[in-house]
Nanobody
Framework: QVQLVESGGGLVQAGDSLRLSCATSGLTFSTYAMAWFRQAPGKEREDVAAISWSGGNRYYADSVKGRFTIFRDNAKNTVYLQMNSLKPEDTAVYYC????????????????????WGRGTQVTVSS
């Protein structure tokens, strides 16, 4: 079955960096668009970044533009989220998600379009 496993979260200070990884199995990774979402306590889930199946198209939420980078390694079936200049407001559980794509090499930001989800990894940024 399809599995997405996030790792790399932790407790860091404001200004620090973290790299999240999402290892996938049970799917043909190169045919899936991938994305990262996050959910803070008491808040709705929000999009963070997305990447097309080829890696050629990317999307970033305004709140993370210039600080976060999403990239993928199709040979390793893994998508990453490099997070720099972390802020306390980045504190959340981060989830990766996968969406099968056929015709378009697009990055999709809507969570409702993603069929597969990981269990999440906690990122806590202290001030």
């Amino acid at each position: 079955q399809v599995q997405l496993v996030e790792s790399g979260g932790g407790l860091v200070q404001a200004g620090d960096s973290l790299r999240l990884s999402c290892a996938t199995s049970g799917l043909t990774f190169s045919t899936y668009a991938m994305a990262w979402f996050r959910q803070a306590p008491g808040k709705e889930r929000e999009d963070v970044a997305a990447i097309s199946w080829s890696g050629g198209n990317r999307y970033y939420a305004d709140s993370v533009k210039g600080r976060f980078t999403i990239f993928r390694d199709n040979a390793k079936n893994t998508v990453y989220l490099q997070m720099n200049s972390l802020k306390p407001e980045d504190t959340a559980v981060y989830y990766c998600a996968a969406r099968f794509t056929t015709h378009y090499d697009s990055a999709y930001s809507s969570p409702t379009t993603y069929a597969y989800w990981g269990r999440g990894t906690q990122v806590t940024v202290s001030s």
